[in-house]
Structures are given as C-alpha cells and as structure tokens.
C-alpha cells in the first residue's frame, strides 16, 4: 500500500515552518509497511486544493490530509476533498453533540461556524476527537483511502493511535516487525557506508536506514515478515556481520545515546565522574546531565577559562601551555583529585581562529591519567560536539574495559 | 507573483527528512514580494512527477523543481518536466565541457550517463554550477518561469543567489525592502500577541513574523515600497508603538540572541562573568561560550552538583539546602569570589521529580548579591532551557543599569 499525504493551510508555507505532522504519520505508516510516496503542503486555495486531493487520489491508495477542519470559511478541506471526490456531505449529530459537551466543560457556547465542523462525507466514518472540536473522518472506496485529520499535533497524534493505525493493520496482510539499532561514534558516514554497503544492499528485508549527525551514526535495520522467528533470523543474518565489521566502534544497541550508555555504565559500577573544561565551556557537563537522575553518577565540573582558573581549581602547574597535553592530563587529573571521583574527563583546546579543532582530551581513571590529542574540523559548535563525543567515547571503552 | 516549490526524490519521503531546500528558497522568495502556496516532496516515479509539474503549472507563475538532476536512471526531472510542458531537450556542449573541466579537477573521467546531465530544454537558460556536475535551468514562457535546481544545498544556494534572485529581481517592479527584529525574552507567546496584535493585525505592510521558542520570541517587521523613506516611515509606524509596549522585555533590535547581547555588554564594560551551576550542569556556560571570543569576558564556572563541591568550590555553607535562595546567593557570591569576576550567574533547581519547575537564580554583582526563585514548566529540557534564559536576561539587565 502506497500513501500521500496533503497539509493544509497557508501558515504551513513561511519559510521556518516545517509539517511535523507528516512526519510523524511517515513514521507511523512505515512501520506497517505503507510507504509514502508523496507529499504536499497546500495553501488555502479551494481549486488548487482539489486539484491536489484530486491527483493524490488517482495515484496513491491512501491518502491523508491534515489541518483545514475549523470553523472558519478559511478552513477549506472539507469542501475540496467533497468536490474531489464528487461525494456530498451530512451534517453528523454525534459530531455536533461532541462539540457541544466540549464547549459545556470549558464553560463556553459554540457559534453556528463550529455546524461547518460536523459535516461528514457521505459514506465516511466520524472520527472522534477527545482534544478537539473537529472531529477526523475515515472515507474507504474500492479498496482505497482518504483520512481527514486535525492539525494541531496534539489532536492528530492520538486520533492515528486510536483510530487510522488499528483500521490500516485491519486492511493489510498479518505480519511482525522486529529491528535492530546499532549506534556508531566517531566514523566518517561514508567510510561506515563504504564498509557495510556490501552487506545490507543485498537486502530489502531488512530495510536498513543510516541516519548520520556530526561524529554519531545511527544504522537501523527493520525486519517485516509473517513470523518473529523468521524476522529475527533476517536481522542476525544482516545485523550480525555488520556488527562484526564496525566492532566496539558500535557503543548502543538498543538506540541509548552515548551520554545515556555512558551513565548506565556508571551507575551500574557504582562509580562517579567530574568534567574540567576550556574550550566546551559547559557543554561536557551539560550533556552528561541532560538525563534525569545524572546526580548519581556525576559529581561536578570545573569550566576553566583562564589560566589562573586551571591553576586555582585544577592545580595545573603555572606556565603550563594553556592548549597542551600537560594541561590536558593535569586538568583531568586535578579534577578527579577535587572533586573525589572515579574518573574525570577534561578538554582543552581551539574552537575557532588559526588553530580551530586543534583539541586534547584527557582522561583520569582510577588507574592512571592519559591525554589525547584530536584534529577536528568544522565551526565552532562542531569543533565542540566533536570533542564531546570523543570524550565520552573515549570514557566509555575505559568503563566497557 | 506565486511560487511552487517541487523536491525530487524518494530519499527526502522518510521520517526524518526535512526538505530545507524549501524553507531556504521560500526564505528567499518572500524576500522578494514572491508567496510560496503550495509545495510538494514527489517519490521517483515518472508519471506522478509529470502530474504534480503540470498541475504546479497550471497554477503558479514561478514553479521551482530541487533535486532528481543527477546522472542516473532515477533522476527523472528532466524528463518529467519535459513531458509535462511537452517541451524537447537539446545536450548542451557548454554543459558537458562544465562537467568534463570538473571531472579533470579530481583527476576522474565522467561517464557516459554524465550525458543525461546536459539536457538542456529547449528555450532554456543553462545554469552554471560550480559546485555540481548537474547544471541549473531557466525556463520562461509567456511570463512564466519554470526552474530547475540542484538538490545538495550546497549546489542549490549557491545557485539561487548567483542566478535565481538576480533573474526574478529584474522581472518584478522595484521596491525596497527594510526590516526591523525585536526580540523578547520571558513572555508567553499568546500574551505577547494579545498585546500587539491590535497595533500589527492594521497593516499586511509591513509584514509581521512572530516565532516563538520556550520563554524567547523573535518579532519580526518587513516592510516593501517603493523608497527606503516610505519603508522606513512604516516601519516606525508600526514598530515604535509596539516596542513601547513590550518596553524592556525587547533584549535586542538586530537579532542578536541573548548570549550576544550579554557578551557585548560586557566587552563594552571591559568586565567579566562567571557561574556556578547545578541543576543545569555546564548548560549556562556552553551557552555564553558559544560565541567565539567568549574568552575575553568568561572567566569559567562551577559544576557543584555535590553538597561537597558547593561547599569546597564556592563556600556554600556546611548544612544550605541544596535547592533553596541562600545556595543560590552563596554559590552566585562565592563564584564572583572564587572566579574573580565583575558578575556571577547561579543556578540551583529541580529539573524533574515532585519539584521540578523549582528553582533559584543569584547574581552577585559589584554592589551586592540576589537571589530570585522561579517556578517553570515543562520537561527537564525546556526547564533548563528556561532557567539559562532568566539567569541571562537578569545579567542583561544589570549590564544595562
């Protein structure tokens, strides 16, 4: 099954505003199996509307519209969807009593404009609304379907779980999906691409999908078969041998982030860590505690940005290269002396200017104390998440060791 | 003048894709008076393209195509467009010593599928890329334009500014454009509207934006006439009234983000700032050293996430609340102390769990130190996020005391 996907609304078309909605339902879809295969975003024209919902029609077997369900004489999707697809529509009781107790439990009347809200195509299933006045509609012809849904997120999300995803998995064939992550730190995407492309484009099942930021790779496979044993078989087949090419290059099976992977791996241990930072400023210790409950496992940082700074807080000896290996390793050393913890990790370097992604990253364990020095390349915020990553990376093997 | 705007390409169709080409080009176009009214992403199949080009057709004057240009059998927007207006296509000579001068560059010989590349239609202007093998088009009948464009941002942007804006500049009446930016920290969005919507709903000229992230909104005005008098004049019309209501909630008139505004006034004062946190682990800091040059105005900071550090970094006394007004003006105190700074920012607070939402921001300044406590919602992000934007827009407002 095939689906396309209009927005509508003219506030859709500024040039920050991105359609999440269609997002969200591609993801919702692919995991049935449906692929979208267009989409659209459709200012408030009622021809140029039609004439889309028309096209999409003839093409796809599903076709879903989001937002155009107010009130208002702007709000047009309804009357092009009708014009479309030649149908009529009757104004539903029910949806009428559902916009009634919604108004009564916020103490207010609806106006005659909300009447516009309860016209359902001929043939077309009510949707029910919990969160809002419009309600959705379901319209199924010779084998294809047309969904209205409403705009805002909050009211869409829930009507697809409750309503479009049980009705699509009624229509299509029985089937189990199961998947598999794998998160990569630090290899370039073409370079992973060029070592795994052998083995998963012989596959289309599993689908494999690689979602690449700066230094983190995200390689997701999706089984879909008619059994569960069968789709774990495919995904070992596939999974496993990639999985032996990248190594412990891989730090996430499951989709954890590092900063998460990093955390349960300490606390699992019992054991803590601190921060010395220059150049991240913060961003070290942020990400680290950006996870609930990273109290228990973090114990604090020191952000120095003079020179005095690394010396008061850290002890790093005076005359110490304020860019270096030395303060690297006395930074990290000197902030798991203060700060008592079992590791610590520091970063010092240049984010920008002559010598920009000229890094050291240290680490103090409860062994012994080790820099590294890093060439990054990029803008500022690169440079910065770059080095976190390596950071934490580097953290990472020292606990999975 | 209305616009549509095509991608190509099956791979912009998954989850996680946004077509930023669209949001860059319809950026672009309003610049220009031009409204972008319906755009659509097309799957790669020939004659559901062909269908979405000759409707666009059909409606807009200016139809832009991204992407589908490169040399394979699945870049099929030549072709569809071709189909679509029933237009031939000629192989450009120019085109193909383009392609044939880059391959030389890279020390590489193109293929004979690199030929598909220079199909030019006919009446068409050959767009130069010097970032690409695909050459751009220019297509223009009867006042209308069709476009073709490469799909790599960095191939399309390029292109735009070189070849696009010049070539629809000369086709529309001259006008001048003039902008103004307030930006506000620390009002919701819907009170900030209720208050300005009266003065700014009056006018479609100048144009008013209003972009809301948590508790930091953007308003921006655009005005088009015909001199840089009349914009201007408009401009103040409606922009004065508002920035008197607003008052000084507005942190900045050029755009400049709050960590700017703060790191501006410093710089101009010749002083310095720094911070201790806990709730937010580092985020303050990463923040006001996210500006290059940061340096000359941050001294460093304090991640105390432990009673301990509080008490051994910064003096916080033995037995203070962690979360509570007097750690906050301890830490903010024994920052500036510690650090040897003008100011310092505190934060301790609750970023989840029964309290969270709760939290105390200090400043310690040259004449005293105060504490301030909030009560935000939302999740552990947006409270961090929050609380770095008060502790900022309090340092801004002592700057400029």
């Given at each position: ?241 990639i999985a032996e090419l990248i190594g412990d290059k891989i ?106 992604g000229h890094v050291f990253v240290g680490l103090a364990t ?36």
């Open positions: 099954m095939n689906a396309e996907i209009i927005a509508v609304g003219s506030e859709m078309l500024t040039p920050d505003k991105v359609d999440t909605n269609s997002l969200h339902l591609t993801q919702e879809l692919n995991t049935l199996g449906i692929e979208v295969v267009a989409k659209a975003i459709i200012g408030d024209d009622r021809q140029r509307l039609t004439d889309a919902i028309r096209n999409s029609w003839a093409h796809a077997e599903l076709v879903i519209l989001t937002g155009g369900l107010g009130p208002t004489e702007d709000d047009l999707t309804r009357d092009a969807v009708a014009a479309a697809l030649e149908v009529g529509m009757t104004p539903s009781e029910e949806a009428w009593q559902a916009i009634l107790n919604r108004f009564q439990k916020f103490g207010r009347t609806p106006t005659e404009n909300n009447r516009r809200q309860t016209l359902i195509l001929n043939g077309a299933d009510m949707l029910p609304n919990p969160n809002g006045t419009a309600p959705g509609q379901w319209f199924h012809r010779d084998g294809r379907v047309l969904v209205l849904l409403p705009g805002p997120p909050r009211e869409l999300k829930p009507m697809v779980a409750a309503e479009i995803i049980p009705r699509l998995t009624a229509m299509l064939p029985p089937q189990v999906i199961r998947t598999r992550w794998y998160r990569v730190a630090l290899m370039g995407e073409s370079d992973l691409d060029h070592l795994i492309a052998p083995i998963y484009t012989k596959y289309t099942n599993p689908a494999t999908t690689i979602l690449a930021a700066a230094g983190d790779i995200d390689i997701h496979l999706r089984a879909r078969c008619e059994t569960a044993e069968e789709a774990e078989a495919l995904l070992a087949e596939v999974g496993d041998p730090y996430s099976t499951n989709g954890d982030p590092l900063e998460v992977v990093v955390g349960k791996l300490l606390r699992a241990k019992g054991q803590t860590v601190a921060v010395a930072e220059s150049m991240t400023g913060g961003m070290l210790g942020m990400q680290i505690t950006s996870i609930a409950g990273s109290s228990d496992y973090f114990k604090g940082g020191f952000l120095t940005y003079t020179d005095q700074m690394k010396t008061q807080l850290l002890g790093v000896p005076e005359g110490t290269e304020a860019v270096s290996e030395e303060a690297a390793l006395a930074m990290a050393a000197g902030a798991r002396d203060r700060a008592q913890s079992d590791y610590a990790l520091s970063v010092t370097g240049f984010a920008d200017g002559p010598n920009a409860p062994t012994g104390t080790h820099a590294r020095k890093l060439k990054l390349n990029g803008d500022r915020y690169r440079v910065r998440c770059l080095t976190i990553l390596n950071a934490l990376d580097w953290l990472r093997r020292a606990l999975q060791s």
